[in-house]
């Protein structure tokens, strides 16, 4: 088959943009001091005079006493060489950070955080908010479980998703930049509505249910698990270095609500001894009046309501949506895009191969849409990638690297099997190591994201409700930190991250065995016992995560938008199989076993 290709004119440099913006920011500093130089010459002179004086009065002081000059001069020397030293480490530091960013920019991190905390922070903040819904829920123990499984119903978000980005590819940006500003406006309203109808119940079947809390669930379920699939996508239009802020970002969703939380307190639970008076007739049909005692929970108020609490979320929701409006239309932030212009090309086929016309696009740093697209240096390779197919060609080059993307037409199927070559294209990952790494986010999304919580609050609520409060909110404090520590030690060996994996595997049996014994669970009427179960839930959540934080970037930097996508896609499978598992063993099969207060 022979292709002709019609370019058109190049730029003869080969310095991308971002370097020759650099060069001229770089260019505009050194001006700028020398100019600063040349306006303070006068001050300068004045300067030098003042201290000339200085000097004098300072040699007549220590003629007189020459003991106490020499102390203040040592003093001086040390606050001199005090001052230095710190200069000297902040400047170490700035400068480690600049080399870990590498050619991104700050600016742009801490957008894409902020961006990113509106992932997940309303629910989340519900998780957190979860031991002050249980002592008011009519589900008391079970409300977890049903949170869990109602937040399933919600993975038609993702699902949709998913579907229309491989039937309709050409709406590709666009569709994952709306997408992601819906979802964001979906959680702000929601998280805000949280804190008004939480408490409304009704009867269902017979039985009073928080409604009000599972209906607005289900919305706040419906932007997250959405956000787990769209954000991804949105993110693979940057560059790589990014993927990293994303998911501290993320992380973030889950500490600052679980810190609002720890300031919020849980209240306390106060066991009240109340008598009464009731006539009880006896076997021989005598009546007497008999005093009754009972021991009854009270419960104090927090320092704040539920109320502000999701109010305060909602506000940081908001936060995000502006962050987002600025990274999509800041010319600066744009920069980071990874973009394509398109060149056309004729692809002559066979009368058998009808289906098959498309163009050809190359990669450059060009100003579209809404960014820029930044070509990446490749010495070997170029492929061949399309939107509802692909082809794959290798060449040698010189310059940046060149992707030929190809629009098909013809049968619709032909037209799935080729969108099938393009999900499973996989560019520098083997096949194994692909499906079990999306293997690995299958089994941490079932245990960590969705059983464990269901059957959190037997874990630690027979130990005290203090150790549940605690729990809650410092397990979300520990999803950022995690993430942190992914962005400067990344582990990339796949064998490096199954063994982290395993290693939480292990926590989480024993922390189901926990459960298992609940109410009576080890050492629950001793010391020790609920410390040991809160950093057994601080050190899963901070293993499983890294884990899933190195299996994002392993995959975004080696298999690119399709891998990211089946991750967000298996990430939703796995919440769905732990929740459903979680319910059933809950609710339906009784295997866990709550507790009074009192």
Known sequence: MSVEVNKGVQDQSVVPTSYKSRTVDVFTVEAGGMDNKYRNGKACDSTRAMASADEIEREALVSANPQGAHLEQDGITGQASSSNACVRSVQTMIENIRLSLGDTKLVVHLLVIIFAIASWADMNGMWSEMPLLTLHAPEEWTLPSYVNIISQVANIGP???VVVS???PKTRPQLEISVSFIVIIISMV?????GYFYDHTSYIAGQERSTGLFLINFFLAVGDCTSSVCFYAYMSLMKPQYIASLLLGEGLSGFLPGMLALIQGAGEVQ????????????????????????VYPQYEQPLFSVRVYFTVVSVMIALSAAAFVVLNKWSYCRSEFVRYKEHHMTVPYEEEDEG????LSSYGSVDEQIGHVNGGV???????????????MDYEANSSRETLQISYSGSTKARFREMWKNLVYLQNLSRVKFFWLLFLVLIVNITLTTFLPSVQIYTVLPYGLDYYHLTTSLVQMANPVACFFALFIMAEQVWIISVITALGQVIVAYLIYLAALSPEPPMHNRSGGGEIAVSMWILV????????????GVLRKCGGRSALIWAGFITQVGTSIGAIVGFLLV??????????FC
Do not use: Q
Not at 356 to 359: A, D, E, H
């Open 190 to 194: 929601a998280a805000f509505l949280m």
């Open 541 to 552: 959540t901070l293993l499983l995560i890294y884990a899933k934080v190195c299996v994002a």
């Open 271 to 294: 066991c009240v001894n109340v008598s009464s008076e009731a006539n009880r007739t006896f076997p021989n049909g005598t009546e007497h009046n008999v005093t009754e005692y009972n």
């Open 587 to 596: 609710n339906h099969y009784h295997m866990f076993k709550d507790a009074p």
């Open 356 to 359: 098959k016309r498309g163009r």
């Open 159 to 161: 699902i949709l998703f």
């Open 378 to 392: 490749d010495n070997k390779t170029s492929r061949m990638d399309s939107n509802r197919g692909s082809a794959h």
């Open 166 to 168: 491989y039937l309709l």
